[in-house]
């Protein structure tokens, strides 16, 4: 049965959120999306450009879509100067294979068009421009768990790069206080946002930073977020970590594991009752300690790119 690819309007956003709930029902750490919620966390950002939203529509039903932008990055410790190409949603059906590849054929050739030589595929290295807040882990990113995404994106070119491991647990009671190896002091305070990239990734979230000092010294720090949205799949809020930093000289002290229950204690008095972060796959002291505190490996994500010079 033929299908047309065609580029983003609202008329077909219900077909669209609709999609990408069922396909993603059996997916405990990604909200359900509604067309508001899309509006807000995507159509409202300044990067968003309909023309690089393909909608997959067959008998005026959508079958699928994929999302390419060209975007500032969003993480803090980036300049957020350069835009970046990349693919940033890609959802069909799991036996639809030819939409899916009709799909990323569509957006990779929409963002060669910014003249880069690197395009990103569900990847994190330039940080979360869209969506952010719709998964539990925070950020998109590629599950292993949706083997027909990563089918496509292997078949047209984009090659696994990144793997990290999303971990995941919930909160029946918060982390009792312990006393922490070293004096430290813990700060909470809103999350700086270092550059427009960031804020925009940010709307709609008050993204937290906690601090660890000893005495004037900043031995370490964590930022975590609440993610409201989760409720319309968990139930209830979940709390996210998306940065936990000590520095070397303080590490092995305690510092980690204070951070982690000084958020999980926060983010439960405000109502989460699931907990979510996303670390190094080969990081095993990382996921030693979040184990400690209920996480478990829930999937491996993986970033993907397609080196534009390589094929030449």
Known sequence: MAFSLETYDRRYLEGMTRLFNAETAGEGHIAKLDPGLFMALVESKSAFDPAGLFVAVERGAVMGWAHACVALPTEPYQEATQPFPQIRMLIFPRDRSKVGGALVAEATEWLKRSGQTQLLAIHAQRGYPFYRGLWMGGEPMGPNSLPQVQVAL?????????????????????????????????????????????RESWIGFQPMRTRAMLGEQEAGSMGWVMLPHMASKLGAPAMNIWGLGVREEHRRKGIAAALIGR????????????????????????????????FVPHCVMVGRTLDLEAGK
């Not at 995941?168 to 918060?174: K, L, N, V």
């Not at 809103?190 to 990239?197: I, Q, V």
């Not at 907990?275 to 209920?294: D, E, I, M, R």
């Open 154 to 198: 292997e078949v047209g070119g984009y090659k696994n790069v990144q793997e990290s491991i999303f971990m995941a647990g919930e909160m029946t009671s918060p982390p009792e206080e312990c006393e922490e190896a070293a004096p430290i002091e813990l700060i909470d305070e809103p999350a700086e946002m270092k550059h427009e990239g960031m």
């Open 263 to 294: 958020a999980m204690r926060l983010s439960y008095a405000q109502g989460a009752r699931f907990c979510s972060v996303g670390t190094q796959l080969w990081n095993a002291p990382a996921h030693a300690t979040y184990a400690k505190f209920g």
